[in-house]
């Protein structure tokens, strides 16, 4: 059973910082499109970012909301996906969600649904105040 770990949440004031990392144990040797969803209350989850396991580009791509504000990043070495988040508003708030699908990312970030992918965490809980 393959099983994503979330850490990092918590509450911030707006404009402030947060870094949300997720554990991926066993994407070592496949290359899997890794991203990160959102959703908060009575809302669908959202794309926020993806970025492929493989990538020694370290291209990415981002939801137009958070695009130049929050930093994907994989450590394909310690198989640990990343999201830095800056400049952070109390429309951030939402539960986030590690997810991965297997084989490189194909689509924007912002036109993946929830349906694409197989794997996911359990959440972390954003707060922005």
């Known amino acids: 059973h393959v099983q994503l770990v979330e850490s990092g949440g918590g509450s911030v004031q707006a404009g402030g910082s947060l870094r949300l990392s997720c554990a991926a144990p066993g994407y070592t040797y496949d290359t899997y499109c890794m991203g990160w969803f959102r959703q908060g209350p009575a809302k669908e989850r959202e794309g926020v970012a993806v970025?492929?396991?493989?990538?020694?580009?370290?291209?990415?791509s981002y939801t137009p909301s958070v695009d130049g504000r929050f930093t994907v990043s994989y450590d394909n070495v310690k198989n640990i996906l990343s999201l830095e988040m800056g400049n952070l508003k109390p429309e951030d708030t939402s539960t986030y969600y590690c997810?991965?699908?297997?084989?490189?990312?194909?689509?924007?970030?912002?036109?993946?649904?929830?349906?694409?992918?197989?794997?996911w965490g359990r959440g972390t809980q954003v707060t922005i105040s």
């Open positions: 970025t492929d396991s493989m990538s020694t580009s370290g291209r990415a």
């Open positions: 997810a991965a699908r297997r084989g490189p990312c194909t689509l924007r970030a912002a036109n993946y649904v929830q349906s694409d992918f197989d794997y």
